[in-house]
């Protein structure tokens, strides 16, 4: 146990200078940057408009309509955790790959997610939403007009904390 440790004390210490050092490299943030830009924003707008103007097919709209319910989600969750996650090295190339997964309809990285754990999370923050008076008469109709479609099933009344975390059971996970 005691050489596994040290052995991954080494992998962790070398992304970690391995991240400073490309963090200081003039363009490298700037390239990662244009990456995320690219590939989260600008081809998915690309293809989303592709999408809207041909007629025969609802495939491709629903790709990138749960594509974009997603890049949403995400963003949030990003904004949220950036205090930690401007520390983990390579976090940019990493955030790359995500998105190439969830914009490749081949590997369908963007439904995987949604019907794994978007589309719950937001069906529990719709639940707690609704009980807010001052957004009720907007979210309420949307939640039961939803009723138990798709499989997502209501989770308890629960504060806003207790159902950020109960995403997971609701899940089913």
């Known amino acids: 146990d005691d050489e596994q440790w040290h052995g991954d004390k080494n992998v962790f210490t070398t992304m970690l200078g391995l991240g400073l050092l490309l963090r200081l490299l003039p363009g490298f943030s700037s390239t990662v940057a244009l990456c995320q830009l690219m590939l989260g924003v600008i081809y998915p707008t690309f ?3 592709a999408a809207i103007e041909t007629k025969t097919s609802k495939e491709d709209d629903e790709q990138w309509l749960t594509y974009w319910v997603v890049y949403a989600s995400l963003n949030m969750v990003e904004r949220l955790a950036w205090p930690v996650l401007m520390w983990v090295p ?3 190339v990493l955030k790359c ?7 490749v309809p081949r590997f369908l990285g963007a439904r995987v997610l949604y019907t794994g754990f978007v589309r719950n999370m937001l069906y ?12 009720e008469d907007v979210v309420k109709p949307f939640v039961d007009k939803l009723g138990g479609k798709g499989g997502v099933r209501r989770a308890a009344p629960q504060s806003s904390v207790a159902g950020v975390a109960g995403v997971a059971g609701v899940a089913g996970v």
């Open 124 to 135: 529990v923050a719709a639940e707690a939403l609704k009980e807010v008076p001052a957004l």
């Open 90 to 92: 390579l976090y940019g």
């Open 97 to 103: 790959g995500l998105l190439m997964w969830l914009v």
């Open 47 to 49: 293809k989303s408009f």
